[in-house]
Antibody, heavy 122, light 107 residues
Framework: QVQLVQSGAEVKKPGASVKVSCKAS????????MHWVRQAPGQGLEWMGI????????SYAQKFQGRVTMTRDTSTSTVYMELSSLRSEDTAVYYC???????????????WGQGTMVTVSS | DIQMTQSPSSLSASVGDRVTITCRAS??????LNWYQQKPGKAPKLLIY???SLQSGVPSKFSGSGSGTDFTLTISSLQPEDFATYYC?????????FGQGTKLEIK
């Protein structure tokens, strides 16, 4: 079945970096754009950026420009999101989410990873 | 960025009720509007895409309508499993943006 499986919870100190993985299965990895969305405790959903798994091309939310890097490994059907210079406000659940339509970069998100909790605390 | 505003922010209803949640965009987004359901500790689940298209596997008790700037999600005959938080999201332009959420609680 189509699924996205993310890496486990992380605890980081302020100023550190975190790298979250998202492994896709059950579909052609390179045919669907992948987005990253985060959710702080008790808060709403915040878009972070997008990667084209075929070309590796990325686009990031302005808020995260310079701190976020999204990459992919086509040999393992995995996308990665690395966030640097972590601060307490980055404490959140981070989700990868696949677009519904193969030709659309910006579309509804039909498949989500289970989420990765990242806690930033000294 | 396009701002998405949901109303109400919270809603109390009883099992068997029919409820409507509204989402308004700060500019026209045609029909590029999606609805999600999220339960505590879980990832969001896509219910409706393109304003009114039911995602595969989602019960027909969920329906969406609207275009331009004003959209609604209607849930008929509420069941205990429907009590959750609902989000709208625009996919008209980058960055995609979400409403602040509507928490549907049992009365």
């Amino acid at each position: 079945q189509v699924q996205l499986v993310q890496s486990g919870a992380e605890v980081k100190k302020p100023g550190a970096s975190v790298k979250v993985s998202c492994k896709a299965s059950g579909y052609t990895f390179t045919s669907y754009y992948m987005h990253w969305v985060r959710q702080a405790p008790g808060q709403g959903l915040e878009w972070m950026g997008i990667i084209n798994p075929s070309s590796g091309t990325t686009s990031y939310a302005q808020k995260f420009q310079g701190r976020v890097t999204m990459t992919r490994d086509t040999s393992t059907s995995t996308v990665y999101m690395e966030l640097s210079s972590l601060r307490s406000e980055d404490t959140a659940v981070y989700y990868c989410a696949r677009v519904r339509d193969t030709i659309m970069a910006n579309d509804a998100f039909d498949i989500w990873g289970q989420g990765t909790m990242v806690t930033v605390s000294s | 960025d396009i701002q998405m505003t949901q109303s109400p922010s919270s809603l109390s209803a009883s099992v068997g009720d029919r409820v409507t949640i509204t989402c308004r965009a700060s500019q026209s987004i045609s029909k590029y509007l999606n609805w999600y359901q999220q339960k505590p500790g879980k990832a969001p689940k896509l219910l409706i895409y393109a304003a009114s298209s039911l995602q595969s596997g989602v019960p027909s008790k969920f329906s969406g309508s609207g275009s331009g700037t004003d959209f609604t999600l209607t849930i008929s005959s509420l069941q205990p499993e429907d009590f959750a938080t609902y989000y709208c999201q625009q996919s008209y332009s980058t960055p995609p943006t979400f409403g602040q959420g509507t928490k549907l609680e049992i009365k």
